[in-house]
């Protein structure tokens, strides 16, 4: 069985390759149940999500330990680890590190929904959440638009003007932003990956045209956007799932806001072209993921094969 780190995990999961895989991967599809959710502590938030994926070479599950607290000690939230098997003798063949798979096959999900959902165009992105997630996906959304200008926004400025500066290093027009509600109307993309229990995004905002991508909340306690931002917005999720786990759309969904029959489409659907993404440049697209079990999969089955069969 092998184990494969996350520095090699990275270096597997280049974002040029995971792309093009997980629209090949939500395209065939696999069997995918939802994952479970455990509270571990109700005063923390601590949370262990398991989740359990399979198609007819490989089955998987990802183990994921969710501490929010963990940022008071300078701690990553997120802690997990991908088991891949085979599946069709059960075989145990890989233990993948878990967080750099999450994060990678996360931000490529979005900038993958993006390239249905944002304009062609696209030249400004805004990121607001500097932390594990958040600090990829400008890498992953370089590899879909030709994006000339990142703006960076985090509560804690320090993390904001430390992820601009390494992404100054590597060649990448990059700054923080002090006034949030400018930012948004300044950008064509904004990515919002935070622990936000509250709306930090204002749909009165998101000018026309603009792509919003939620990535953060994954429970119907957190949230990220307002009202108004369903309201003004074609609506999206990665898997319907999203529509029974996120805040930002239980919330509204509650409220009478958003039906969820109204929601245009799934990611599967869009890579198979079953629903139309953007139809023309001034409409407003929000994109809400959750994390899909098949996306794990898919990683993992990558980093396994070039693994097992490096490129010379």
């Given at each position: 069985?092998?184990t494969i780190n996350?520095?090699?995990?990275a270096t597997?999961?280049?974002?040029?390759?995971?792309?093009?895989?997980l629209r090949?991967?939500f395209i065939?599809?696999?069997?995918?149940p939802n994952?479970?959710?455990?509270?571990?502590?109700d005063?923390?938030?601590?949370?262990?999500?398991?989740?359990?994926?399979w198609?007819?070479?490989?089955?998987g599950?990802k183990?994921?330990?969710?501490f929010?607290?963990n940022s008071?000690?300078?701690?990553p939230?997120?802690?997990s680890?991908f088991?891949?098997a085979s599946?069709?003798?059960?075989e145990?063949l890989?233990?993948?590190?878990?967080?750099e798979?999450?994060?990678?096959?996360?931000?490529a999900?979005?900038a993958?929904?993006a390239?249905?959902?944002a304009?062609?165009g696209s030249?400004?992105?805004?990121?607001?959440?500097?932390g594990?997630?958040g600090s990829?996906?400008?890498?992953?959304y370089?590899s879909v638009?030709d994006?000339?200008t990142?703006l960076?926004?985090?509560?804690?400025?320090?993390?904001?003007?430390r992820?601009?500066e390494?992404?100054?290093?590597?060649?990448?027009?990059?700054?923080?932003?002090?006034?949030?509600?400018?930012a948004?109307?300044?950008?064509?993309?904004i990515?919002?990956?935070?622990?936000a229990?509250?709306?930090?995004?204002?749909?009165?905002?998101?000018?026309?045209?603009?792509?919003?991508d939620?990535?953060?909340?994954?429970r119907?306690?957190?949230r990220?956007?307002?009202d108004?931002?369903i309201i003004?917005?074609?609506?999206?999720v990665?898997?319907?799932?999203?529509?029974e786990?996120?805040?930002?759309?239980t919330q509204?969904?509650?409220?009478g806001i958003?039906?969820?029959?109204?929601?245009?489409g799934?990611?599967?659907?869009?890579?198979r072209?079953?629903v139309?993404?953007?139809?023309?440049?001034?409409?407003i697209?929000?994109?809400?993921?959750?994390?899909s079990?098949?996306a794990?999969?898919?990683?993992?089955?990558?980093?396994?094969d070039a693994?097992l069969?490096?490129?010379?």
């Amino acid at each position: 069985m092998l184990t494969i780190n996350a520095e090699d995990t990275a270096t597997l999961l280049a974002f040029d390759d995971l792309i093009p895989a997980l629209r090949k991967g939500f395209i065939r599809g696999a069997s995918t149940p939802n994952r479970h959710h455990h509270t571990l502590d109700d005063t923390t938030d601590a949370t262990l999500l398991v989740m359990p994926s399979w198609d007819d070479r490989y089955l998987g599950v990802k183990l994921v330990d969710v501490f929010p607290a963990n940022s008071v000690s300078g701690r990553p939230a997120l802690s997990s680890a991908f088991i891949l098997a085979s599946a069709s003798t059960g075989e145990h063949l890989a233990v993948i590190d878990g967080n750099e798979l999450t994060r990678r096959r996360t931000v490529a999900t979005s900038a993958l929904a993006a390239s249905y959902l944002a304009r062609r165009g696209s030249t400004t992105h805004l990121i607001v959440g500097a932390g594990h997630i958040g600090s990829l996906a400008a890498e992953a959304y370089r590899s879909v638009f030709d994006i000339q200008t990142v703006l960076i926004y985090d509560q804690f400025a320090a993390n904001a003007e430390r992820l601009a500066e390494n992404l100054r290093q590597k060649g990448i027009q990059a700054r923080t932003a002090d006034d949030l509600a400018s930012a948004v109307a300044n950008a064509d993309i904004i990515t919002c990956a935070t622990l936000a229990t509250e709306p930090i995004i204002r749909g009165q905002w998101l000018q026309p045209g603009a792509h919003l991508d939620l990535i953060g909340s994954f429970r119907p306690n957190m949230r990220e956007s307002d009202d108004q931002c369903i309201i003004r917005s074609n609506v999206y999720v990665d898997t319907p799932v999203a529509l029974e786990e996120s805040g930002d759309l239980t919330q509204p969904i509650a409220d009478g806001i958003l039906d969820a029959r109204s929601v245009a489409g799934n990611l599967p659907q869009l890579c198979r072209e079953e629903v139309h993404g953007r139809q023309d440049s001034n409409q407003i697209t929000l994109f809400k993921a959750v994390g899909s079990g098949l996306a794990d999969l898919t990683s993992a089955a990558f980093v396994y094969d070039a693994a097992l069969h490096p490129v010379s």
